[in-house]
C-alpha cells in the first residue's frame, strides 16, 4: 500500500490489450520511413528528391511518437484510491470521481456485462483475454462528466453500460475494492462530524425562525 492517504496504482489492462498490436506496425513504419528519409538525404536513392524527401521524415516523426504512445501510454493508465476520490487516469485524460459521487461496488463478470454476441469481430477480439475474469464495478449515483465527454476520453469498455458506473478491469480487483473500501469509509468518518455539525445548525437557525415568526404573531 503506497501510503495511508494514497491507494496503489492498479494498470487498467484494457489499454494495454488495445494499444499492444499498434506497437510493432507503428515501429516497423517509422524504420522504414526515417530509413528511406537518411538515404533520400544523403543522395543514395535517387527518389524523392528535395523536397520531397521532408515527407518522409515527418511521417517517419509521426510514426515514431506513435510507437512510443503505445509503448508508453499503457503505464500511464491506473486506477488509484485517493484520500477524497478515486483517481482514473488514462494516457490523455485523468478524471477524479468524489466519493460522495459513489454509491456502491461489486464484482462483475465481463463476459456478462458485454457478451460477445453482442460486440464485433475487432471489439470481441480486445475483450477475449478477459472473459472468465472478474473486474470491478463502481456503480455512480450519477455520471461526472456527460456521458458523450467521457466516451471521448474514455475507453467504452471502462463505462457500465445500462447505467452511471465503471467497469475497471485490473490485475487484484479484490486488492482494488479492499482499498477503496477503507478509504471511503476513513472518508465517510471524516465527513460525518461536519455533516452532523451542520444539521445541529441548520436545526437552530430552523429553531429560532420558528421562535420568531411566533412572537409576530
Known amino acids: 500500500m503506497a501510503s495511508q492517504n494514497f491507494g496503489d496504482r492498479f494498470r487498467l489492462l ?3 490489450r488495445a494499444l499492444s498490436p499498434h506497437r510493432r506496425p507503428a515501429f516497423l513504419l517509422a524504420t522504414l520511413l526515417l530509413g528511406l528519409w537518411y538515404l533520400a538525404s544523403n543522395r543514395s536513392v535517387a527518389w524523392p528528391q ?7 521524415l515527418a511521417g517517419g516523426l509521426v510514426s515514431l511518437a506513435y510507437w512510443l504512445f503505445a509503448l508508453l501510454g499503457p503505464r500511464l493508465a491506473y486506477v488509484q484510491p485517493r484520500q477524497d476520490h478515486l ?7 485523468r478524471l477524479k470521481v468524489s466519493y460522495r459521487r459513489i454509491h456502491n461496488t461489486r464484482p462483475l463478470d465481463i463476459v456478462k456485462v458485454f457478451p460477445p454476441g453482442s460486440l464485433h469481430g475487432r471489439e470481441r477480439r480486445l475483450l477475449e483475454p478477459f472473459y472468465g475474469d472478474t473486474a470491478l464495478g463502481v456503480d455512480l449515483r450519477g455520471w461526472p462528466l456527460s456521458p458523450g ?12 453500460p445500462d447505467q452511471p458506473g465503471l467497469l475497471l478491469v485490473v490485475d487484484d480487483w ?13 472518508w465517510r468518518a471524516a465527513q460525518a462530524p461536519a455533516d452532523q455539525a451542520f444539521s445541529d445548525a441548520a436545526r437552530i437557525l430552523q429553531a429560532n425562525g420558528e421562535r420568531r415568526s411566533f412572537w409576530r404573531r
Not at 50 to 56: H, M, Q, R, S
Open 87 to 93: 483517481r482514473l487516469q488514462t494516457p490523455i485524460y
Open 50 to 56: 528535395p523536397p520531397a524527401d521532408g515527407w518522409l
Open 14 to 16: 484494457i489499454y494495454d
Open 174 to 186: 479484490m486488492a482494488l475494492s479492499n482499498q477503496l473500501a477503507s478509504r471511503m469509509d476513513h
Open 149 to 160: 465527454l467521457l466516451r471521448l476520453f474514455f475507453s467504452r469498455f471502462l463505462l457500465a
